[in-house]
């Protein structure tokens, strides 16, 4: 049993630096011409070794994608205080957002990954893994929304109808982050950020007329 222990531990420290090798050359403007032999090359193993853990690039990158994403689920659920819904949207603004401009490297993976492209041709496997953490996050978040809601302090509507309006906010800040100067080139993340933050703000507060 030790020795089967040992050999998981090594195979997943394994899979963990082909993933940061991934990472690391994707992370650059000519992520896209990344092959799978360049990645084996920088995680100091033979190519074989990589399609034992991963079938494909995209995989890789999918797989990418995911361990940002719950990074960033794990993130949200420190956001507090516990009892106080405003506050509470507000930390979890502050530090999605914060998690987003510190983790720059992930950039051209998690985009994409999220573009039409991708997803049109992505394994169910895949399709479903991310079906799961996006009703995690929404699992998490919905009961927030509604103790707003029920304190009187957001106003009272679907709160599937603020979720969609506060993500589709929230992914157009990220791309003007991400891109950064190429999109907007006259404000800096921080500007945005407090911008973004006090929007959404306002749009669970105020009236959607």
């Not at 985009?111 to 992505?122: H, L, Q, S, V, W």
């Not at 927030?144 to 157009?172: K, N, S, T, W, Y």
């Amino acid at each position: 049993m030790p020795l089967q222990d040992r050999k998981q531990r090594e195979f997943e420290r394994r899979e963990e630096d082909i993933l940061d090798a991934t990472l690391e050359l994707c992370s650059q403007p000519s992520w896209a011409s990344v092959t799978i032999d360049q990645i084996a090359e920088r995680a100091g193993i033979g190519k074989g070794t990589v399609y034992k853990h991963f079938r494909s690039k995209d995989e890789l990158l999918f797989r990418l994608t995911m361990r940002f994403y719950q990074g960033l689920f794990e993130e949200l659920q420190g956001a507090g205080p516990e009892g106080d819904p405003l506050e509470m949207h507000r930390q979890m603004f502050d530090r999605a957002l914060d998690y987003h401009m510190n983790h720059h490297e992930y950039r051209y993976v998690v985009e994409y990954c999220n573009g039409i492209d991708f997803k049109e041709r992505a394994e169910d496997a895949w399709k479903e893994e991310l079906k799961v953490l996006d009703q995690s996050f929404q699992d998490w978040g919905a009961p927030m929304i509604q103790a707003g809601i029920d304190q009187g302090l957001f106003e009272d509507r679907p709160v599937r109808d603020i979720m969609l309006g506060m993500h589709a906010c929230f992914v157009g800040a990220i791309s003007m982050i991400w891109i950064g100067e190429l999109w907007c080139p006259y404000e800096k993340p921080d500007v945005i950020k407090k911008a973004v933050t006090d929007f959404l703000l306002a749009g669970l507060c105020g009236r959607p007329s």
